[in-house]
């Protein structure tokens, strides 16, 4: 049974969370603050983490910093706030996803099978070995180490820009839309949005191009999408 820990101050909010969760067979943790939640995903196995935004004690964007620092797991981040910094900021920390209140109990629990089934993808069924290594220009990819090169110097990077990275060299020259490149990656189409996938397009950019004002590998084609030229 596949184990989640909710960080969530706000308890009703928390036990509807858990109520749907444990319905669709999950195992469910909770805890009321930043700390105790952080001090919990350290110390005990989880398979995703569901932390919210406004905590007491320490708030998730610094709770989300101090876990992806130790954790290979997805975190999928909730907000009451709609602003798009707000959004983007949790992704540039290390978050998987957001999801923004109110929300359906339904759509949660979507968004955490979907998450959970690209961790296992990415984790749980490898490539083949003959398929391991990829070699595209100057990139490399080794799926089975989860590890990307660029001119010899290993690119650090977190689950998703991987992800992203690895789908966009295996098709390299297409174009792919946002809409597209949200489904594929974070594999959830309906509730998607543009500043996903930019924000993990600029980080790209920002590690792998000399100009990532004007990038030579991750271009974008404008009023349609992305594509990766080797």
Same mark, same amino acid.
């Given at each position: 049974?596949?184990?989640?820990?909710?960080?969530?101050?706000?308890?009703?909010?928390?036990?509807?969370?858990?109520?749907?969760? /444990?319905?669709?067979?999950?195992a469910v943790e909770i805890a009321d603050n930043g700390l105790t939640g952080a001090e919990k995903a350290l110390s005990e196995p989880y398979d995703l983490i569901l932390l919210d935004l406004m905590l007491p004690g320490e708030d998730g964007f610094s709770v989300c910093r101090r876990l992806r620092e130790k954790l290979d797991i997805p975190i999928l981040m909730v907000t009451a706030k709609? /602003?798009?910094?707000?959004?983007?900021?949790?992704?540039?920390?290390?978050?998987?996803d957001y999801i923004v209140k109110p929300f359906s109990p339904n759509e949660l629990v979507a968004r955490v099978?979907?998450?959970?089934?690209?961790?296992?993808?990415?984790k749980g069924k490898p490539d083949h070995h003959r398929n391991s290594h990829i070699e595209i220009g100057s990139f490399v990819i080794n799926t089975q180490a989860h590890r990307a090169y660029l001119h010899?110097?290993?690119?650090?990077?977190?689950?998703?820009?991987?992800?992203?990275?690895?789908?966009?060299?295996?098709?390299a020259n297409n174009v792919f839309s946002k809409e597209t490149l949200y489904e594929r990656i974070w594999g959830f189409e309906s509730v998607g949005d543009n500043a996903t996938v930019a924000v993990h397009i600029n980080r790209l950019r920002e590690k792998t191009e000399e100009d990532p004002g004007n990038p030579r590998y991750i271009q974008t084609v404008w009023g349609v999408g992305y594509r990766f030229q080797p």
């Open positions: 049974m596949r184990k989640i820990l909710i960080i969530e101050d706000d308890e009703a909010i928390a036990s509807i969370e858990r109520d749907y969760l /444990e319905i669709n067979h999950f709609q /602003e798009d910094i707000d959004k983007i900021r949790g992704l540039g920390l290390g978050a998987d099978k979907s998450n959970l089934a690209q961790y296992d993808r990415i010899g110097k290993e690119l650090e990077l977190k689950k998703k820009e991987f992800d992203l990275l690895h789908f966009l060299i295996v098709h």
